[in-house]
């Protein structure tokens, strides 16, 4: 899992250096609606990726790779294992962001 981890930090972190040169260029934006669309949508695919990684590692009872403390807000959501009681399909919830 530390390769899969791996890549989907290194794709996050690419991502993100274009937002922020994107912020650095055009100012940053009141809201995610204001940034393009593109980037936004390549920003949230990457973050949902690498947050449901890591929620798959300690599901399978380990720590993922520490994140460097500029980063550490990704783990303010995770990823929960839900099993649906009628059908039994077992899918994965985003929680709700910590307060």
């Not at 990726?49 to 798959?56: F, I, T, Y």
């Not at 599901?59 to 839900?82: C, K, M, N, Y």
Request: proline share 6%.
């Amino acid at each position: 899992m530390s390769d899969l981890h791996e890549v989907s930090l290194v794709q996050f972190i690419s991502v993100d250096n274009e937002r922020r040169e994107s912020e650095r260029l055009n100012g940053v934006p009141d809201s995610y609606a204001q940034w393009p669309r593109d980037l936004l949508v390549r920003w949230r695919n990457a973050l949902a990726q690498l947050r449901l990684v890591r929620s798959v590692t300690r599901h399978q009872g380990a720590e993922p790779p520490i994140l460097a403390p500029e980063l550490s807000w990704v783990d303010d959501r995770w990823f929960e294992l839900t099993v649906d009681g009628d059908t039994g399909a077992a899918f994965y919830l985003l929680t709700p962001e910590r307060n």
